[in-house]
Each structure stands twice: as C-alpha cells, then as structure tokens.
C-alpha cells in the first residue's frame, strides 16, 4: 500500500507548523511537562469561568454582543460540562507524566532528537536550501 500524502489544506499545515514548533521551543521532557501542565490549566481555568458565567442569570452574565437562544445555551452548557469532565480526568492522568525525571542523558536524547524533528526553518541550513530550490533552472 502506498503510504497517503499527509494534508496539506490550511488548517493541517497550520497544524504542522505548530506541533514543529512546540516541540522547537520546549525540547525536553520537563519543558513538555511544564507546556503541557499550562495549556491543560489554561483551557480548565477559560471553560470553567465560561461555564460559571452562562450558569448565571442573564443580567449578571460578562456582556456579549449576541446571547445564546435558550435551546443552544442549553446545549452549550451540557457540551461545556462534559468538556470540563474530561479536562479533570486528564489532569488526573497527567499528574502521572509530572512523576517521571529521567537522568539528563535521557534529557539530552529528548533535545537531539527534537532538532531532527522540527529543526529551526530559519536556520543557515533550510535557508541556504530554499533559495537553491528558488534559483533553480525551470526544467521544462
Ligand atoms: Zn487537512
């Protein structure tokens, strides 16, 4: 079987870029445990409070321009809560991942490998490279 092209539609290269660039700026197990720690606490604190707010009656919720139908708040609250169900149960697996340090051999194998995965696209080399591929003879 030959392998699929993987996407290349905006929201996929999008993706692309910013798993490269994840992996670029936190290159080691306690930067990734750290990362990983923040965003998880960051969408619990932002969905909690949206959650909390749209609980409130209407005249005590933040001002928005255009408030939910009764129907869609309803629903929007039910999706909510299990949203943040399953942001809890992560962070209980998570606190599992904050257990683990590995001697810094270990670290060093997780920053070599993170240069191969997403090495800088601003580095001498990928940029020498780029302009060879723009100055390169039409072959047609
Ligand atoms: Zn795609």
Same mark, same amino acid.
């Given at each position: 079987?030959?392998? %699929? ?15 490269d660039?994840?992996?670029? %700026? ?15 606490q ?10 909390e ?6 005249e ?8 939910p139908?009764?129907e ?5 609250l ?12 992560i ?11 590995? &001697? ?11 240069? %191969?995965?997403?090495?800088?696209? /601003?580095?001498?080399?990928? /940029? ?5 591929l723009?100055?390169? &003879?039409d072959?047609?």
């Amino acid at each position: 079987m030959v392998p %699929e092209e993987p996407c290349q539609c905006p929201d996929c290269l999008r993706f692309y870029r910013e798993h490269d660039r994840l992996i670029r %700026e936190n290159p080691s197990l306690k930067q990734q445990q750290e990362l990983n720690w923040a965003a998880l606490q960051a969408f619990r604190t932002l969905a909690g409070r949206v959650l909390e707010d749209l609980q409130k009656p209407p005249e005590q919720q933040a001002d928005v321009e255009a408030p939910p139908e009764d129907e869609s708040l309803q629903q929007a609250l039910a999706d909510l809560e299990n949203v943040n169900a399953h942001l809890f149960s992560i962070e209980v697996f998570m606190e599992r991942i904050f257990d683990v340090r590995v &001697p810094e051999a270990v670290e060093q194998k997780f920053q070599e490998l993170a240069g %191969e995965l997403a090495p800088d696209p /601003l580095n001498a080399d990928r /940029l020498r490279l780029n302009r060879l591929l723009h100055q390169s &003879p039409d072959l047609n």
